[in-house]
């Protein structure tokens, strides 16, 4: 489950969104190495800004296992940016009608389906640009940025599967399932969907 929100968080995300994000002093840091020159690099799998290495046991959560999700999920919101999709920041309210009409059926399918054509191939000319910040259309963008399965950069450290190659079909479904654990976490789906009628009536706040 999410961990709690800080004041000092909370501020932080009126700025610029960044996969570069930090604030070590409130335990959020950042893990991925930048290409800019002018940064001086820390170990792989350090915070690339205070330094700290023994954040994350990298190992087990490489190992991409779905009887271990929790445990990832926890050290996914060591990172800023993904502590911002987790805890911070909201869905917009046309992402969440989407997700509400398909249900949970509906949104791992949805998943694994940007999952696919996102981030599937070894080559994407966006690479790095292909998932927005925030989505109108889908929630699934969100879920993306959350469980560092938004580009292959990301992918490659917080997942270990290497830069450059088509994923395997289990690697889509991990990943389909880690986008799907979030949005069930963060949106009450039903099993199989809900009319817009019905919605209009229990979620009024979300068509005004």
């Known amino acids: ?11 932080s995300l009126k700025g610029r969104m960044s996969c570069s994000g930090s604030d070590c002093d409130s335990g959020l840091h ?13 170990p792989q799998g350090a915070c690339q800004v205070c330094g700290e290495d023994q954040l994350v046991d990298w190992p087990r959560v490489n190992s991409r296992d779905l009887s271990d999700i929790n445990h990832t999920i926890e050290m996914l919101q060591k990172e800023w940016v993904r502590h911002q999709y987790w805890c911070v ?13 398909k249900g949970r059926v509906g949104m791992r399918e949805a998943a694994e389906k940007n999952i696919r054509q996102k981030i599937g191939k070894a080559e994407n000319y966006r690479e790095g640009y292909q998932t927005p910040w925030e989505d109108e259309k889908t929630s699934v963008s969100y879920g993306q940025h959350a469980t560092a399965t938004c580009c292959r950069r990301c992918v490659e450290y917080w997942h270990g599967i290497p830069f450059g190659r088509d994923l395997t079909e289990g690697e889509v479904k991990y990943l389909g399932e880690l986008v799907f654990n979030y949005l069930d976490t ?16 229990r979620r009024p706040e979300l068509f005004s």
């Open 1 to 11: 489950m999410p961990a709690d929100v800080s004041q000092s968080t909370t501020k």
């Open 30 to 42: 950042c893990f991925r190495i930048t290409k800019k020159k002018d940064v001086e690099h820390k």
């Open 89 to 101: 920041m909201e869905i917009k309210p046309k992402a969440i009608i989407h997700a509400l009409k």
């Open 186 to 201: 963060r949106i009450d789906l039903t099993e199989h969907g809900e009319k817009v009628s019905d919605l209009m009536v």
